[in-house]
Protein backbone atom coordinates (compact mmCIF):
# COMPACT_ATOMS: atom_id res chain seq x y z
CA UNK A 1 0.00 0.00 0.00
CA UNK A 2 3.25 2.69 0.16
CA UNK A 3 3.43 2.70 -3.13
CA UNK A 4 -0.53 4.05 -3.04
CA UNK A 5 0.05 6.54 -0.80
CA UNK A 6 3.29 7.66 -3.25
CA UNK A 7 0.80 7.62 -5.67
CA UNK A 8 -1.70 9.87 -4.00
CA UNK A 9 0.73 12.15 -2.29
CA UNK A 10 1.48 13.07 -6.11
CA UNK A 11 -1.50 15.21 -6.14
CA UNK A 12 -2.38 15.41 -2.24
CA UNK A 13 -0.62 15.38 0.87
CA UNK A 14 -2.00 13.48 3.58
CA UNK A 15 -1.96 12.47 7.04
CA UNK A 16 -0.98 9.12 8.30
CA UNK A 17 -4.37 8.99 9.96
CA UNK A 18 -5.83 10.18 6.27
CA UNK A 19 -4.17 7.06 4.58
CA UNK A 20 -5.09 4.78 6.96
CA UNK A 21 -8.84 5.78 6.36
CA UNK A 22 -8.24 5.71 2.86
CA UNK A 23 -6.32 2.65 2.42
CA UNK A 24 -9.38 0.65 4.84
CA UNK A 25 -11.56 1.36 1.35
CA UNK A 26 -9.01 -0.76 -0.91
CA UNK A 27 -8.68 -5.02 -1.56
CA UNK A 28 -5.70 -6.58 -3.27
CA UNK A 29 -6.01 -9.17 -5.95
CA UNK A 30 -3.61 -11.37 -8.00
CA UNK A 31 -4.29 -12.51 -11.09
CA UNK A 32 -2.64 -14.96 -13.57
CA UNK A 33 -1.56 -14.14 -17.12
CA UNK A 34 -4.66 -15.05 -19.66
CA UNK A 35 -7.22 -14.01 -16.47
CA UNK A 36 -10.12 -11.87 -16.45
CA UNK A 37 -10.64 -8.77 -14.44
CA UNK A 38 -13.65 -7.60 -16.30
CA UNK A 39 -15.75 -10.08 -18.57
CA UNK A 40 -18.35 -8.64 -21.59
CA UNK A 41 -21.98 -8.58 -19.56
CA UNK A 42 -20.84 -7.37 -15.98
CA UNK A 43 -21.98 -4.98 -14.13
CA UNK A 44 -18.40 -3.58 -13.25
CA UNK A 45 -18.56 -2.82 -9.49
CA UNK A 46 -14.86 -2.06 -9.43
CA UNK A 47 -12.09 0.29 -10.44
CA UNK A 48 -8.45 -1.02 -10.49
CA UNK A 49 -4.57 0.29 -9.39
CA UNK A 50 -2.05 -1.67 -11.38
CA UNK A 51 0.75 -2.24 -8.82
CA UNK A 52 2.33 -4.66 -11.40
CA UNK A 53 1.96 -5.96 -14.50
CA UNK A 54 0.31 -5.93 -17.50
CA UNK A 55 -3.76 -5.41 -18.97
CA UNK A 56 -5.30 -4.68 -21.50
CA UNK A 57 -9.24 -3.48 -22.37
CA UNK A 58 -10.86 -5.00 -25.52
CA UNK A 59 -14.08 -4.66 -27.50
CA UNK A 60 -14.70 -7.73 -30.20
CA UNK A 61 -17.00 -6.85 -32.52
CA UNK A 62 -19.36 -8.67 -34.53
CA UNK A 63 -16.73 -10.69 -36.28
CA UNK A 64 -14.58 -11.88 -33.24
CA UNK A 65 -12.54 -8.67 -34.19
CA UNK A 66 -10.53 -7.50 -31.03
CA UNK A 67 -10.28 -3.60 -30.83
CA UNK A 68 -8.13 -2.26 -27.87
CA UNK A 69 -9.41 0.74 -25.81
CA UNK A 70 -6.16 0.86 -23.40
CA UNK A 71 -3.52 -0.88 -22.01
CA UNK A 72 -2.75 -0.41 -18.40
CA UNK A 73 0.30 -1.32 -16.76
CA UNK A 74 1.91 0.18 -13.13
CA UNK A 75 0.28 3.11 -11.62
CA UNK A 76 -2.69 3.45 -14.14
CA UNK A 77 -6.13 3.47 -13.05
CA UNK A 78 -8.39 1.09 -15.29
CA UNK A 79 -12.05 -0.28 -15.51
CA UNK A 80 -14.78 -0.29 -17.44
CA UNK A 81 -15.88 3.08 -17.13
CA UNK A 82 -19.24 2.88 -18.74
CA UNK A 83 -20.18 0.11 -16.67
CA UNK A 84 -18.53 1.63 -13.78
CA UNK A 85 -19.97 4.99 -13.96
CA UNK A 86 -23.77 4.01 -15.66
CA UNK A 87 -23.83 0.89 -13.90
CA UNK A 88 -24.69 -0.75 -16.84
CA UNK A 89 -23.74 -4.28 -18.51
CA UNK A 90 -20.44 -3.99 -19.81
CA UNK A 91 -19.44 -3.84 -23.49
CA UNK A 92 -15.90 -5.08 -23.03
CA UNK A 93 -13.40 -6.94 -21.14
CA UNK A 94 -10.10 -6.59 -19.13
CA UNK A 95 -7.64 -9.16 -19.53
CA UNK A 96 -4.36 -9.42 -17.79
CA UNK A 97 -1.47 -9.85 -20.26
CA UNK A 98 0.78 -10.65 -17.41
CA UNK A 99 0.88 -12.16 -13.80
CA UNK A 100 -0.68 -9.04 -12.48
CA UNK A 101 -1.03 -7.73 -8.80
CA UNK A 102 -3.83 -5.00 -8.63
CA UNK A 103 -5.83 -2.88 -5.49
CA UNK A 104 -9.20 -2.21 -6.41
CA UNK A 105 -12.14 0.28 -4.57
CA UNK A 106 -15.43 -0.57 -5.33
CA UNK A 107 -18.45 1.76 -6.50
CA UNK A 108 -19.98 1.90 -3.30
CA UNK A 109 -16.23 2.34 -1.74
CA UNK A 110 -14.89 4.92 -4.31
CA UNK A 111 -18.53 6.77 -3.60
CA UNK A 112 -18.04 6.63 0.33
CA UNK A 113 -14.49 8.27 0.34
CA UNK A 114 -14.99 10.83 -2.03
CA UNK A 115 -17.81 11.78 -0.37
CA UNK A 116 -16.07 11.91 2.87
CA UNK A 117 -12.85 12.98 1.82
CA UNK A 118 -12.65 16.04 -0.36
CA UNK A 119 -8.78 15.14 -0.97
CA UNK A 120 -9.68 11.96 -2.53
CA UNK A 121 -12.36 13.74 -5.18
CA UNK A 122 -9.10 15.97 -6.14
CA UNK A 123 -7.25 13.06 -6.54
CA UNK A 124 -9.35 11.67 -8.96
CA UNK A 125 -10.92 14.34 -10.55
CA UNK A 126 -7.40 15.44 -11.48
CA UNK A 127 -6.43 11.92 -12.42
CA UNK A 128 -9.70 11.99 -14.58
CA UNK A 129 -8.64 15.19 -16.04
CA UNK A 130 -5.29 13.75 -17.57
CA UNK A 131 -7.20 10.71 -18.74
CA UNK A 132 -9.62 13.67 -20.78
CA UNK A 133 -6.37 14.84 -22.17
CA UNK A 134 -4.83 11.42 -23.49
CA UNK A 135 -8.26 10.33 -24.70
CA UNK A 136 -8.68 13.65 -26.70
CA UNK A 137 -5.30 13.05 -28.41
CA UNK A 138 -6.36 9.48 -29.10
CA UNK A 139 -9.69 10.77 -30.66
CA UNK A 140 -7.24 13.27 -32.92
CA UNK A 141 -4.70 11.04 -33.56
CA UNK A 142 -7.52 8.62 -35.21
CA UNK A 143 -9.25 11.38 -37.09
CA UNK A 144 -6.37 12.70 -38.50
CA UNK A 145 -3.17 10.89 -38.61
CA UNK A 146 -1.47 8.41 -40.86
CA UNK A 147 -0.52 4.77 -39.32
CA UNK A 148 2.76 5.63 -38.70
CA UNK A 149 2.50 9.12 -36.87
CA UNK A 150 0.34 7.15 -34.90
CA UNK A 151 2.98 4.39 -34.45
CA UNK A 152 5.63 6.94 -33.63
CA UNK A 153 2.97 8.93 -31.32
CA UNK A 154 2.27 5.68 -29.65
CA UNK A 155 6.11 4.57 -29.16
CA UNK A 156 7.07 8.28 -27.77
CA UNK A 157 4.49 8.07 -25.30
CA UNK A 158 4.92 4.74 -24.11
CA UNK A 159 8.10 3.01 -25.04
CA UNK A 160 8.18 0.37 -22.35
CA UNK A 161 4.65 -1.47 -23.82
CA UNK A 162 6.44 -2.58 -27.24
CA UNK A 163 8.70 -4.56 -25.06
CA UNK A 164 5.92 -6.57 -22.91
CA UNK A 165 2.56 -6.64 -25.09
CA UNK A 166 2.64 -8.58 -28.94
CA UNK A 167 2.56 -6.96 -32.05
CA UNK A 168 -0.94 -7.68 -32.84
CA UNK A 169 -2.07 -6.05 -29.40
CA UNK A 170 -0.79 -2.93 -30.41
CA UNK A 171 -2.01 -3.19 -34.41
CA UNK A 172 -5.52 -3.96 -32.22
CA UNK A 173 -4.90 -0.83 -30.20
CA UNK A 174 -3.73 1.35 -33.65
CA UNK A 175 -6.74 0.51 -35.46
CA UNK A 176 -4.11 -0.45 -38.30
CA UNK A 177 -3.68 -4.44 -39.68
CA UNK A 178 -0.82 -6.89 -38.83
CA UNK A 179 1.16 -6.22 -41.88
CA UNK A 180 1.10 -2.75 -41.60
CA UNK A 181 2.60 -2.64 -38.05
CA UNK A 182 5.16 -5.03 -39.65
CA UNK A 183 6.72 -2.62 -42.26
CA UNK A 184 6.34 -0.01 -39.48
CA UNK A 185 8.28 -2.19 -36.94
CA UNK A 186 10.19 -5.09 -38.99
CA UNK B 1 -27.45 32.35 -14.04
CA UNK B 2 -30.24 30.78 -12.97
CA UNK B 3 -29.56 28.00 -15.72
CA UNK B 4 -26.22 27.36 -14.34
CA UNK B 5 -27.41 27.17 -10.48
CA UNK B 6 -30.46 24.07 -12.14
CA UNK B 7 -27.60 22.63 -14.40
CA UNK B 8 -25.39 22.56 -10.87
CA UNK B 9 -27.95 21.55 -8.92
CA UNK B 10 -28.48 18.16 -11.06
CA UNK B 11 -25.23 16.93 -9.50
CA UNK B 12 -25.34 18.45 -5.91
CA UNK B 13 -27.65 20.66 -4.38
CA UNK B 14 -26.91 24.84 -2.95
CA UNK B 15 -27.71 27.11 -0.33
CA UNK B 16 -28.40 30.47 -1.96
CA UNK B 17 -24.85 32.23 -0.28
CA UNK B 18 -23.40 28.36 -1.91
CA UNK B 19 -24.70 29.67 -5.71
CA UNK B 20 -23.76 33.24 -5.10
CA UNK B 21 -20.07 32.15 -4.00
CA UNK B 22 -19.97 30.12 -7.02
CA UNK B 23 -21.29 32.78 -9.40
CA UNK B 24 -19.22 35.45 -8.74
CA UNK B 25 -16.19 33.39 -9.96
CA UNK B 26 -18.02 33.24 -13.33
CA UNK B 27 -17.96 35.62 -16.45
CA UNK B 28 -20.47 36.22 -19.16
CA UNK B 29 -19.66 36.69 -22.72
CA UNK B 30 -21.37 37.37 -25.91
CA UNK B 31 -19.74 36.00 -29.28
CA UNK B 32 -21.33 36.39 -33.22
CA UNK B 33 -21.28 33.44 -35.47
CA UNK B 34 -17.76 32.88 -36.87
CA UNK B 35 -15.93 34.50 -33.84
CA UNK B 36 -13.79 32.44 -32.50
CA UNK B 37 -13.08 31.07 -28.41
CA UNK B 38 -9.81 29.47 -28.68
CA UNK B 39 -7.18 30.16 -31.68
CA UNK B 40 -4.27 27.54 -31.67
CA UNK B 41 -1.43 28.56 -29.58
CA UNK B 42 -3.06 30.44 -27.02
CA UNK B 43 -2.59 29.08 -23.93
CA UNK B 44 -6.11 28.74 -22.85
CA UNK B 45 -7.33 29.93 -19.24
CA UNK B 46 -10.95 29.90 -19.69
CA UNK B 47 -13.53 27.03 -19.65
CA UNK B 48 -16.87 27.57 -21.38
CA UNK B 49 -20.24 26.78 -20.51
CA UNK B 50 -22.86 27.31 -23.50
CA UNK B 51 -26.15 29.17 -22.59
CA UNK B 52 -27.24 29.18 -25.79
CA UNK B 53 -25.65 28.61 -29.32
CA UNK B 54 -23.32 26.33 -31.14
CA UNK B 55 -19.68 26.16 -31.10
CA UNK B 56 -16.94 23.35 -32.66
CA UNK B 57 -13.42 22.49 -31.05
CA UNK B 58 -11.36 21.55 -34.44
CA UNK B 59 -7.91 20.71 -35.24
CA UNK B 60 -6.31 21.86 -38.73
CA UNK B 61 -3.54 19.08 -40.22
CA UNK B 62 -0.75 20.26 -42.50
CA UNK B 63 -2.66 20.21 -45.29
CA UNK B 64 -5.82 22.08 -43.87
CA UNK B 65 -7.71 19.80 -43.73
CA UNK B 66 -10.24 20.32 -40.81
CA UNK B 67 -11.25 17.38 -37.92
CA UNK B 68 -13.64 18.14 -35.65
CA UNK B 69 -12.98 16.86 -31.68
CA UNK B 70 -16.35 17.93 -30.65
CA UNK B 71 -19.20 20.19 -30.95
CA UNK B 72 -20.78 21.95 -27.80
CA UNK B 73 -24.17 23.29 -27.58
CA UNK B 74 -26.78 24.48 -24.69
CA UNK B 75 -25.45 23.34 -20.93
CA UNK B 76 -22.22 21.68 -22.13
CA UNK B 77 -18.90 22.38 -20.99
CA UNK B 78 -15.99 23.04 -23.78
CA UNK B 79 -12.31 24.38 -23.92
CA UNK B 80 -9.10 22.76 -25.24
CA UNK B 81 -8.54 20.61 -22.22
CA UNK B 82 -5.15 19.94 -23.19
CA UNK B 83 -4.21 23.06 -23.06
CA UNK B 84 -6.28 24.41 -20.09
CA UNK B 85 -5.21 21.52 -17.30
CA UNK B 86 -1.66 21.38 -18.66
CA UNK B 87 -0.76 24.93 -19.46
CA UNK B 88 0.91 24.60 -22.79
CA UNK B 89 -0.18 26.17 -26.25
CA UNK B 90 -3.49 25.22 -27.90
CA UNK B 91 -3.12 23.09 -30.62
CA UNK B 92 -6.46 23.36 -31.31
CA UNK B 93 -9.12 25.93 -31.88
CA UNK B 94 -12.69 26.72 -31.21
CA UNK B 95 -15.03 29.09 -33.37
CA UNK B 96 -18.90 29.92 -32.98
CA UNK B 97 -21.25 27.99 -35.59
CA UNK B 98 -24.08 30.58 -34.25
CA UNK B 99 -24.44 33.65 -31.97
CA UNK B 100 -23.59 31.78 -28.96
CA UNK B 101 -24.19 33.37 -25.46
CA UNK B 102 -21.55 31.60 -22.67
CA UNK B 103 -20.27 31.64 -19.00
CA UNK B 104 -16.71 31.10 -18.11
CA UNK B 105 -14.41 30.58 -15.93
CA UNK B 106 -10.89 30.90 -15.93
CA UNK B 107 -8.45 28.65 -14.26
CA UNK B 108 -7.16 30.15 -11.43
CA UNK B 109 -10.86 31.10 -10.34
CA UNK B 110 -11.59 27.18 -11.01
CA UNK B 111 -8.76 26.21 -8.80
CA UNK B 112 -10.08 28.07 -6.45
CA UNK B 113 -13.54 27.48 -6.18
CA UNK B 114 -12.67 23.51 -6.35
CA UNK B 115 -10.24 23.72 -3.63
CA UNK B 116 -12.68 25.47 -1.21
CA UNK B 117 -15.63 23.57 -2.06
CA UNK B 118 -16.14 20.25 -2.01
CA UNK B 119 -19.49 20.03 -3.89
CA UNK B 120 -18.07 22.12 -6.93
CA UNK B 121 -15.10 19.67 -6.82
CA UNK B 122 -17.71 16.72 -6.78
CA UNK B 123 -20.04 18.25 -9.58
CA UNK B 124 -17.14 18.48 -12.18
CA UNK B 125 -15.49 15.39 -11.20
CA UNK B 126 -19.13 13.51 -12.19
CA UNK B 127 -19.09 15.95 -15.27
CA UNK B 128 -15.35 14.73 -16.25
CA UNK B 129 -16.63 11.17 -15.37
CA UNK B 130 -19.77 11.37 -18.24
CA UNK B 131 -17.01 12.95 -20.28
CA UNK B 132 -14.83 9.94 -20.06
CA UNK B 133 -17.55 7.28 -21.00
CA UNK B 134 -18.55 10.05 -24.03
CA UNK B 135 -15.03 9.65 -25.69
CA UNK B 136 -14.10 5.86 -24.66
CA UNK B 137 -16.99 5.41 -27.07
CA UNK B 138 -15.93 7.58 -29.70
CA UNK B 139 -12.63 5.76 -29.56
CA UNK B 140 -14.36 2.42 -29.84
CA UNK B 141 -16.51 4.12 -32.61
CA UNK B 142 -13.77 5.23 -34.41
CA UNK B 143 -11.73 1.93 -34.11
CA UNK B 144 -14.40 -0.45 -34.73
CA UNK B 145 -17.86 0.80 -36.80
CA UNK B 146 -18.01 1.84 -40.26
CA UNK B 147 -19.07 5.46 -41.87
CA UNK B 148 -22.82 4.28 -41.77
CA UNK B 149 -22.62 3.11 -37.94
CA UNK B 150 -20.77 6.38 -36.62
CA UNK B 151 -23.60 7.90 -38.44
CA UNK B 152 -26.58 6.49 -37.01
CA UNK B 153 -24.64 6.68 -33.83
CA UNK B 154 -24.59 10.27 -33.59
CA UNK B 155 -27.78 10.37 -35.20
CA UNK B 156 -29.24 8.72 -32.57
CA UNK B 157 -27.13 10.26 -29.53
CA UNK B 158 -27.53 14.49 -31.13
CA UNK B 159 -30.70 14.44 -33.00
CA UNK B 160 -30.58 18.22 -33.00
CA UNK B 161 -27.05 18.32 -34.60
CA UNK B 162 -28.20 17.67 -38.00
CA UNK B 163 -30.67 20.48 -37.97
CA UNK B 164 -27.83 23.07 -36.67
CA UNK B 165 -24.57 22.15 -38.12
CA UNK B 166 -23.27 21.83 -41.89
CA UNK B 167 -22.67 18.37 -43.45
CA UNK B 168 -19.53 19.34 -44.32
CA UNK B 169 -18.61 19.79 -40.25
CA UNK B 170 -20.72 16.58 -39.37
CA UNK B 171 -18.26 14.50 -42.30
CA UNK B 172 -15.58 16.00 -40.14
CA UNK B 173 -16.27 15.21 -37.02
CA UNK B 174 -17.44 11.64 -38.66
CA UNK B 175 -13.81 11.03 -40.13
CA UNK B 176 -15.37 10.46 -43.30
CA UNK B 177 -15.29 12.46 -46.99
CA UNK B 178 -18.36 14.54 -47.66
CA UNK B 179 -19.29 12.29 -50.69
CA UNK B 180 -19.17 9.42 -47.96
CA UNK B 181 -21.55 11.15 -45.63
CA UNK B 182 -24.02 12.47 -48.63
CA UNK B 183 -24.04 8.79 -49.62
CA UNK B 184 -26.14 8.26 -45.99
CA UNK B 185 -27.58 11.42 -45.50
CA UNK B 186 -29.18 12.43 -48.70
Known sequence: MDFLRKHIE????????????????FGHIQKR????????????????WVVKGCVKSYFLDDDGKEHILRFGMENWWITDYESFVKRTP???????????????????????????????????????????????NRILSLLKNSAKERYDLLLEEYPSL???????????YLGVSRETLSRLHP
Open 10 to 25: EVVELTDDEFGFIQSH
Open 33 to 48: KHQYLVQEGDIVDKEY
Open 90 to 136: SRMSIDCLEDTDLLYITYENREKLTSQMHKMERFWAKKSKNGTVAMQ
Open 162 to 172: FQRVPKKLIAA
